[in-house]
Protein backbone atom coordinates (compact mmCIF):
# COMPACT_ATOMS: atom_id res chain seq x y z
CA UNK A 1 0.00 0.00 0.00
CA UNK A 2 1.29 3.23 -0.74
CA UNK A 3 1.28 6.05 1.88
CA UNK A 4 -1.12 8.34 2.30
CA UNK A 5 -0.50 11.92 1.00
CA UNK A 6 -0.29 14.44 3.49
CA UNK A 7 -3.27 17.39 3.28
CA UNK A 8 -0.90 19.69 1.31
CA UNK A 9 -0.85 17.78 -1.78
CA UNK A 10 -4.25 16.31 -1.47
CA UNK A 11 -5.09 20.38 -2.10
CA UNK A 12 -3.03 20.61 -4.36
CA UNK A 13 -4.34 17.62 -6.59
CA UNK A 14 -8.05 19.29 -6.13
CA UNK A 15 -7.29 22.72 -7.25
CA UNK A 16 -5.60 21.13 -10.25
CA UNK A 17 -8.52 19.03 -11.12
CA UNK A 18 -10.91 21.44 -11.01
CA UNK A 19 -8.58 23.76 -13.34
CA UNK A 20 -9.08 21.61 -16.21
CA UNK A 21 -11.77 20.38 -18.51
CA UNK A 22 -14.19 17.05 -18.87
CA UNK A 23 -11.55 14.82 -20.68
CA UNK A 24 -8.24 16.18 -19.29
CA UNK A 25 -9.74 15.85 -15.96
CA UNK A 26 -10.54 12.57 -16.22
CA UNK A 27 -6.88 11.42 -17.60
CA UNK A 28 -5.68 13.02 -14.68
CA UNK A 29 -7.77 11.51 -12.38
CA UNK A 30 -6.74 8.49 -13.69
CA UNK A 31 -3.28 9.10 -13.02
CA UNK A 32 -3.82 10.33 -9.81
CA UNK A 33 -5.75 7.18 -8.95
CA UNK A 34 -2.96 5.18 -10.01
CA UNK A 35 -0.11 6.72 -8.28
CA UNK A 36 -1.84 7.51 -5.09
CA UNK A 37 -4.52 5.17 -4.66
CA UNK A 38 -3.56 1.86 -6.32
CA UNK A 39 -5.91 2.21 -8.44
CA UNK A 40 -8.96 2.36 -5.89
CA UNK A 41 -11.95 4.97 -6.58
CA UNK A 42 -13.17 4.78 -3.04
CA UNK A 43 -9.95 5.87 -1.62
CA UNK A 44 -10.41 8.29 -4.40
CA UNK A 45 -13.54 9.59 -3.35
CA UNK A 46 -12.33 9.29 0.32
CA UNK A 47 -9.16 11.76 -0.08
CA UNK A 48 -10.22 14.24 -3.32
CA UNK A 49 -14.18 14.11 -2.89
CA UNK A 50 -13.91 12.69 -6.80
CA UNK A 51 -17.45 10.73 -8.02
CA UNK A 52 -16.22 7.25 -8.04
CA UNK A 53 -18.25 6.66 -11.58
CA UNK A 54 -16.21 9.58 -13.18
CA UNK A 55 -12.81 7.90 -11.38
CA UNK A 56 -13.64 4.31 -12.90
CA UNK A 57 -14.61 5.70 -16.32
CA UNK A 58 -11.78 7.26 -16.16
CA UNK A 59 -9.50 4.50 -15.65
CA UNK A 60 -11.54 3.02 -18.40
CA UNK A 61 -10.58 5.37 -20.86
CA UNK A 62 -6.67 5.08 -19.96
CA UNK A 63 -6.82 1.41 -20.25
CA UNK A 64 -8.85 1.23 -23.49
CA UNK A 65 -6.90 4.46 -24.97
CA UNK A 66 -10.15 5.80 -26.27
CA UNK A 67 -12.23 8.67 -24.95
CA UNK A 68 -15.69 7.74 -24.05
CA UNK A 69 -18.33 10.08 -24.99
CA UNK A 70 -20.25 11.74 -22.21
CA UNK A 71 -24.15 11.00 -21.58
CA UNK A 72 -26.09 13.66 -22.80
CA UNK A 73 -27.16 15.90 -20.01
CA UNK A 74 -30.87 15.51 -18.55
CA UNK A 75 -32.70 18.43 -17.91
CA UNK A 76 -36.14 19.96 -18.05
CA UNK A 77 -37.40 20.10 -21.66
CA UNK A 78 -37.81 23.33 -23.02
CA UNK A 79 -41.36 25.00 -23.47
CA UNK A 80 -40.57 25.68 -27.16
CA UNK A 81 -39.91 22.02 -27.44
CA UNK A 82 -42.86 21.08 -25.62
CA UNK A 83 -45.03 23.44 -26.87
CA UNK A 84 -43.66 24.31 -30.28
CA UNK A 85 -47.15 26.56 -30.93
CA UNK A 86 -47.24 28.36 -28.01
CA UNK A 87 -45.21 31.81 -29.00
CA UNK A 88 -47.57 31.76 -31.95
CA UNK A 89 -50.51 31.45 -30.17
CA UNK A 90 -49.11 34.15 -27.26
CA UNK A 91 -48.80 36.47 -30.27
CA UNK A 92 -52.12 35.56 -31.90
CA UNK A 93 -53.44 36.70 -28.07
CA UNK A 94 -51.60 38.96 -27.16
CA UNK A 95 -50.95 41.35 -30.35
CA UNK A 96 -54.63 42.84 -30.67
CA UNK A 97 -54.13 44.86 -27.20
CA UNK A 98 -50.49 45.95 -27.85
CA UNK A 99 -48.76 49.74 -28.51
CA UNK A 100 -45.31 50.20 -29.86
CA UNK A 101 -43.41 53.02 -28.07
CA UNK A 102 -45.17 56.35 -28.57
CA UNK A 103 -42.08 57.88 -30.47
CA UNK A 104 -41.09 54.22 -31.41
CA UNK A 105 -37.30 54.53 -29.56
CA UNK A 106 -37.36 50.71 -28.66
CA UNK A 107 -38.62 47.51 -30.09
CA UNK A 108 -40.67 47.06 -26.77
CA UNK A 109 -44.64 46.59 -27.27
CA UNK A 110 -46.03 47.29 -24.06
CA UNK A 111 -49.52 45.52 -23.76
CA UNK A 112 -52.43 45.88 -21.09
CA UNK A 113 -52.49 41.74 -20.56
CA UNK A 114 -50.45 40.17 -17.46
CA UNK A 115 -49.04 36.72 -17.79
CA UNK A 116 -51.47 35.62 -15.53
CA UNK A 117 -54.39 37.32 -18.07
CA UNK A 118 -52.37 35.04 -20.80
CA UNK A 119 -52.29 31.95 -18.94
CA UNK A 120 -56.19 32.35 -18.58
CA UNK A 121 -56.51 32.72 -22.43
CA UNK A 122 -54.77 30.51 -23.86
CA UNK A 123 -56.76 27.55 -21.54
CA UNK A 124 -60.24 29.64 -22.35
CA UNK A 125 -59.61 30.01 -26.21
CA UNK A 126 -56.74 27.92 -27.53
CA UNK A 127 -57.78 24.83 -25.39
CA UNK A 128 -54.46 24.78 -24.00
CA UNK A 129 -54.15 22.69 -20.77
CA UNK A 130 -53.25 24.11 -17.24
CA UNK A 131 -50.75 21.98 -16.44
CA UNK A 132 -48.89 21.81 -19.93
CA UNK A 133 -48.40 25.56 -19.71
CA UNK A 134 -45.64 27.15 -18.06
CA UNK A 135 -45.77 28.78 -14.40
CA UNK A 136 -46.51 32.61 -13.98
CA UNK A 137 -42.83 33.62 -13.39
CA UNK A 138 -41.90 31.85 -16.59
CA UNK A 139 -44.70 32.88 -18.48
CA UNK A 140 -43.45 36.32 -17.33
CA UNK A 141 -40.00 35.43 -18.30
CA UNK A 142 -41.08 34.14 -21.86
CA UNK A 143 -43.10 37.42 -22.51
CA UNK A 144 -40.43 39.52 -21.53
CA UNK A 145 -38.88 37.65 -24.22
CA UNK A 146 -40.88 38.28 -27.32
CA UNK A 147 -40.13 42.14 -26.44
CA UNK A 148 -43.85 42.16 -24.42
CA UNK A 149 -43.62 45.19 -21.47
CA UNK A 150 -46.22 44.16 -19.14
CA UNK A 151 -47.12 47.84 -17.98
CA UNK A 152 -49.75 50.29 -18.86
CA UNK A 153 -49.78 51.21 -22.10
CA UNK A 154 -47.36 54.34 -22.66
CA UNK A 155 -49.35 57.20 -24.05
CA UNK A 156 -47.52 60.90 -25.31
CA UNK A 157 -48.36 63.45 -23.48
CA UNK A 158 -50.48 66.21 -25.29
CA UNK A 159 -49.08 69.89 -25.87
CA UNK A 160 -50.45 72.29 -24.23
CA UNK A 161 -52.24 74.95 -25.35
CA UNK A 162 -51.77 77.88 -23.09
CA UNK A 163 -48.44 78.38 -21.49
CA UNK A 164 -48.81 78.78 -17.45
CA UNK A 165 -48.98 82.03 -16.49
CA UNK A 166 -45.88 83.82 -15.32
CA UNK A 167 -45.88 86.24 -11.51
CA UNK A 168 -45.37 89.09 -14.10
CA UNK A 169 -48.68 88.81 -16.11
CA UNK A 170 -51.13 91.21 -14.97
CA UNK A 171 -53.72 88.46 -15.22
CA UNK A 172 -52.35 85.93 -12.69
CA UNK A 173 -52.48 88.82 -10.30
CA UNK A 174 -55.98 89.47 -8.33
CA UNK A 175 -57.47 92.71 -8.53
CA UNK A 176 -56.71 94.88 -5.63
CA UNK A 177 -58.76 97.99 -5.09
CA UNK A 178 -58.11 101.25 -2.26
CA UNK A 179 -55.77 101.04 -0.03
CA UNK A 180 -55.07 97.45 -0.59
CA UNK A 181 -58.02 95.96 -0.07
CA UNK A 182 -59.02 92.87 -2.80
CA UNK A 183 -61.75 94.08 -5.00
CA UNK A 184 -65.22 91.44 -5.24
CA UNK A 185 -66.75 91.30 -8.93
Not at 8 to 31: L, V
Not at 62 to 88: E, Y
Request: charged share 30%.
Amino acid sequence: MLPRPDQKTIQTIKNAAQQMSRINRRRFQAQVVLDHCNGNTSLAKTLFGWDQRTTRKALLERKKRKVIPDHARSGRTSFSRKLPDLQKDIRELVDPDTQAHPQFKTNFRYTRMTAKAVIEALVKEKQYKKEELPALSTMRELLGKMNYRLRRVQKTKPQKKFPKRTPSSPMSKPPIGEAGTIRKY
